[in-house]
């Protein structure tokens, strides 16, 4: 099977060629680690290979709903057993897991072939994917730009046609954020309804949670299909709809009462191609009889997204000893950026961070009341298009302040100074919109609707009530039927040593 061939078909279809015989499930490893090959010297999309294991898989005739279709693991998080989880950490880069995830085992349950894992930021910590063990990993519709993060690898990897669906995971955008800046359609299951154990059963107080990044809506359902159910050992239980996730996208959904906003939740600048990728998606809703209205959530979402960086950092403190604990590393081992953001989590005391954790019920019941009135909130992704490889490197300055609190040990001293206002802004205000979704546990997906004028993806966001999965991926199955975007590719250009693609496909 040639390359151009494999990426004519999306996950479901080409486990529909290997299920009648069409192809084999080698034939399709062959293809996809053609394509990563070509496109990975300017891409950097996958840490660790895994080929001869997937040929052994592949060559073992794999059944499932999608069996036989290569697959890439995200390296954070989504343990294979016998292969380092390094979490984009030097540290853990070399420490081999004892056992799969759950995750995993449903992949492999599905008859996936995995054949890699990708890259993505230290502990998953960021919106981009630089991590300095590995190197950047670029954005295939402009190799200076970043493809988001903390998927980033995944994202890139799915952009370019590597595979048609990647792993992935969201503990404050991390599906969401690299499919709107690689035009791809992500969605981040609802708290609870995928299992992220056995290590971390619930991640992030349950904010964070494993998925894909999808070229279509069709394999977003498909993979919730197989992603979706009760976990043992799992705190909630769970029960799917009583319909499949891929039946619920067969037909449209009822009329949709949605509210939509632009402005920024932190009062940070948002760039005039965010606004008007929503404004175009509003329009375009009420043309298929959505009744579409501008709407504000009433949330704190300044007072969200601080209680968000609460936990954030007192998660980065706890990653850093774990990882210590289990490899022997010293703190030199972990970036500047992780060890500031874990002494920022330490000075935190713990009458504070319980009253952060408790204000996340009231920021629950904020979102509760706009989806009375409202069954989704649509908001930009991204505030802004893509930003360049490096744009976001802390400041020089910043970088030694911190050090020497750092040494000093007297980071409270950062915490009074304005150190985290800055690092809301600066970290969090260009992806300002997605962790509402987390904190609240409610389901949200991002869908490639605009390119801006240079040729860049920017996705927009709707989120849903709790159960709201299945509304959000009928809608995104209609929206894809008014506004295709599956056979759009990135140029890779020549001037980034890869091949163009044919000019009637970008």
């Known amino acids: 099977m040639d390359y ?20 084999s499930a080698h034939e399709l490893l062959d293809a996809a680690i053609g394509r990563l090959e070509v496109v990975e010297p300017a891409l950097n999309t996958v840490v660790r290979r895994l080929d001869e294991d997937a040929r052994a898989r592949a060559g073992e005739s794999p059944s499932g709903p999608l069996g036989g279709v290569p697959f890439l693991v995200k390296d954070l998080g989504q343990d294979i057993a016998g292969v380092p989880t390094s979490s984009g950490s030097r540290a853990l880069a070399a420490l081999p897991a004892e056992d799969n995830s759950a995750i995993v085992d449903r992949w492999l349950g599905a008859g996936l072939v995995p054949f890699g894992k990708t890259n993505t930021p230290e502990f998953g910590a ?10 950047a990993t670029r954005n295939p519709w402009d190799t200076s730009r970043t493809p988001g993060g ?8 799915v952009a370019a046609g590597v595979v048609p669906a990647a792993g992935a995971s969201d503990g404050g955008g991390s599906i969401r954020i690299p499919s709107a800046c690689c035009g791809l359609v992500g969605l981040k299951p609802g708290r609870g309804l995928v299992p992220t154990g056995p290590r971390g059963g619930e991640p992030l107080h349950g904010a964070a949670t494993n998925g894909v990044i999808t070229r279509t809506v069709r394999d977003a359902a498909a993979f919730l299909d197989v992603m979706a159910g009760p976990y043992p050992a799992g705190p909630y239980s769970v029960v799917p709809p009583a319909e499949s996730f891929a039946g619920a996208i067969a037909r449209p959904p009822a009329r949709l009462r949605i509210g939509y906003t632009t402005p920024s939740p ?25 009744r579409v209205e501008p709407a504000a959530t009433g949330i704190d979402e300044r007072r969200l997204a601080e209680d968000f960086l609460t936990m954030w950092f007192a998660t980065a403190a706890a990653e850093i000893d774990d990882a210590r604990r289990r490899s022997g590393a010293g703190a030199d081992a972990f970036e500047f950026d992780t060890r500031m953001m874990a002494a920022l989590g330490r000075a935190v005391p713990a009458s504070e961070y319980l009253a952060a954790l408790r204000r996340w019920a009231d920021h629950t019941r904020g979102l509760a009341a706009f989806h009375e009135r409202y069954d989704l909130l649509l908001t930009p992704t991204l505030a802004t298009p893509p930003v360049r490889i490096g744009e976001l490197a802390t400041p020089r300055w910043m970088r030694a302040v911190g050090q020497v609190l750092l040494t000093s040990r007297a980071t409270w001293i950062a915490r009074r100074a304005g150190f985290i206002d800055r690092m809301v ?29 240079e040729g860049l993806p920017l996705g927009v966001q709707f989120v849903a009530p709790l159960g709201g999965e299945t509304t959000l991926l009928a809608l995104a199955a209609e929206l894809e039927q008014a506004r295709p975007w599956f056979d759009r590719q990135p140029p890779l250009a020549p001037a980034s040593g890869l091949p163009s693609e044919p000019s009637a496909l970008r």
Do not use: C, M
């Open 126 to 135: 960021k919106g981009i994917t630089e991590p300095e063990a590995f190197g």
């Open 425 to 453: 802004d600066e970290n969090l205000g260009p992806v300002p919109y997605t962790q509402l979704a987390n904190i609240t546990g409610r389901p949200a997906i991002s869908l490639p609707l605009h390119w801006t004028p």
């Open 4 to 23: 151009s061939e494999y990426r004519r078909h999306d996950a479901v279809g080409l486990a529909e060629l290997v299920a009648t015989g069409q192809v």
């Open 266 to 290: 932190l009062g940070t600048p948002v760039h005039p191609e965010a606004i008007a990728a929503v404004e175009d998606a509003a329009a375009l809703l009420g043309e298929l009889g959505h």
């Open 150 to 157: 903390s998927s980033g690898g995944s994202a890139a990897a």
